[in-house]
């Protein structure tokens, strides 16, 4: 059975950081381009970040960049997003899933496997 866990969202102020880590099984994790999506409320998805399978090349959103950091560790099945500079408008439930799209992203996305989602709130 394949399974994607997220963790560690949570309630930050502005300005705070946080690190989601997303515990995957069930398949061969370290075959898969990875990648993050969130859905603020009221909203559509977002996609947020991809990382290639072998963690050795990544790409944002322009709405992200230069905060978000995505990374890998195939040895532990992990995905992690280090989120840094957080603001309001970064509200959203984040999910993790596998990547089926072309690398660099075009607009066309494509997803396979999803993660439940971890619910991230940035509020003072």
């Known amino acids: 059975e394949v399974q994607l866990v997220e963790s560690g969202g949570g309630l930050v102020q502005p300005g705070e950081s946080l690190r989601l880590s997303c515990a995957a099984s069930?398949?061969?994790?370290?075959?898969?381009?990875m990648t993050w999506v969130r859905q603020a409320p009221g909203k559509g998805l977002e996609w947020v970040s991809v990382i290639n399978s072998s963690g050795g090349s990544t790409y944002y959103a322009d709405s992200v960049k230069g905060r978000f950091t995505i990374s890998r560790d195939n040895a532990k099945n992990t995905l992690y997003l280090q989120m840094s500079h957080l603001k309001p408008e970064d509200t959203a439930v984040y999910y993790c899933a596998q990547y089926m799209g072309k690398l660099p992203p075009t607009k066309n996305y494509e997803y396979g496997y999803w993660g439940q989602g971890t619910q991230v709130t940035v509020s003072s």
């Open positions: 069930g398949f061969t994790f370290s075959s898969a381009d």
